[in-house]
């Protein structure tokens, strides 16, 4: 690392994987009035929303939201995220580029076979 280099902040992006709900997700969505992670995230941009809540109620909502959330580094966020909401909160565009396994890493499956039993 060079000293006195410019950090660049990771970005938030939101990764809509149904099969991350587990059932206190599940419950507190619903306190939401959402169900899945899309509805989530489309409720986030919903003008009006968070600004109507109590503040408790904002960061139980957050709390939710970050179970789908992964930070990522800039160059990888602009590749693979969608951008044009006016949030701080990219939502990852192709759910094929999540693996269960590796995530959003770029790892070849010769990178990855050194994990298999």
Same mark, same amino acid.
């Given at each position: ?12 992006? !939101? /990764? ?10 599940r419950?507190?969505?619903?306190? !939401? ?6 509805d989530? $995230? $489309? ?18 909502? !957050? ?7 992964? #930070? ?20 990852? /565009? ?15 499956? #010769?990178d990855? #076979?050194?994990?298999?039993?």
């Amino acid at each position: 690392m060079v000293p006195f280099q410019e950090q660049v902040k990771p970005i938030d992006v !939101f /990764v809509p994987i149904s099969e991350w709900i587990t059932d206190s997700v599940r419950q507190a969505m619903g306190s !939401f009035g959402v169900y899945t992670p899309d509805d989530l $995230y $489309y409720r986030y941009l919903e003008p009006g929303f968070l600004s109507s809540m109590s503040f408790v109620d904002r960061k139980r909502f !957050f709390a939710v939201m970050q179970n789908f959330t992964v #930070s990522l580094d800039w160059r990888k966020a602009m590749r693979i995220a969608d951008k044009r909401s006016d949030t701080s909160l990219w939502r990852l /565009v192709n759910l094929d580029q999540y693996d269960c396994d590796t995530g959003l890493a770029e790892i070849a499956e #010769s990178d990855f #076979s050194f994990f298999s039993v």
